[in-house]
T-cell receptor, first 111, second 110 residues
């Protein structure tokens, strides 16, 4: 079974802090994705990556950056956290154009 | 931009009944996928239907796709309390990228 893990289930940070969310997959998937999920807005794509050191902006990249130094790991970085970044963050991976496999999510609260 | 939009937003049924959820999308797709999410958890893939398919079955799930109407439906037959969850459609347009709808919250009452 594909396993996608995220570094934290719950995270509380203060405004202005730099925040790292880590995602690791164990099935050698080439594609990895970061979404945020908010009530009434569904899932929105922040960034995605097709390969190591490659990244593409999604629909809402402002305020975020990403890093993919190794194929299995995709990190989401909030350079200076703000209260409007309080959300559920979901990481996913996929092989080609097949289904995406999701991690359990990180619920981030920015105070 | 919103690609998939589910209808209804919420559905409450009794155990044993069938549940039907609909999804509409705006542009051409390579495939359409349905996912399930239990409260506070990640999404789990249910079924994928390619643009050249009209219907697909998997266990108690039946998905239809009408590309002329840009719509899909998910039917869950003989529902169980454990089917209570949010269901999302996701349209794959290019480059493995999915655009999700806002989801349908299904409640199955025992």
């Amino acid at each position: 079974d594909v396993k996608v893990t995220q570094s934290s289930r719950y995270l509380v940070k203060r405004t202005g802090e730099k925040v790292f969310l880590e995602c690791v997959q164990d099935m050698d998937h080439e594609n990895m994705f970061w979404y945020r999920q908010d009530p009434g807005l569904g899932l929105r794509l922040i960034y995605f990556s097709y390969d190591v050191k490659m990244k593409e902006k999604g629909d809402i990249p402002e305020g975020y950056s990403v890093s993919r130094e190794k194929k299995e790991r995709f990190s989401l970085i909030l350079e200076s956290a703000s209260t409007n970044q309080t959300s559920m963050y979901l990481c996913a991976s996929s092989l080609g154009t097949w289904e995406q496999f999701f991690g359990p999510g990180t619920r981030l609260t920015v105070l | 931009s919103q690609q998939g939009e589910e209808d209804p937003q919420a559905l409450s049924i009794q155990e044993g009944e069938n549940a039907t959820m609909n999804c509409s999308y705006k542009t051409s797709i390579n495939n359409l996928q349905w996912y399930r999410q239990n409260s506070g958890r990640g999404l789990v893939h249910l079924i994928l239907i390619r643009s050249n398919q009209r219907e697909k079955h998997s266990g108690r799930l039946r998905v239809t796709l009408d590309t002329s109407k840009k719509s899909s439906s998910l039917l869950i037959t003989a529902s169980r309390a454990a089917d209570t969850a949010s269901y999302f459609c996701a349209a794959e347009t290019s480059g493995s990228r999915l655009t999700f709808g806002e989801g349908t919250q299904l409640t199955v009452n025992p």
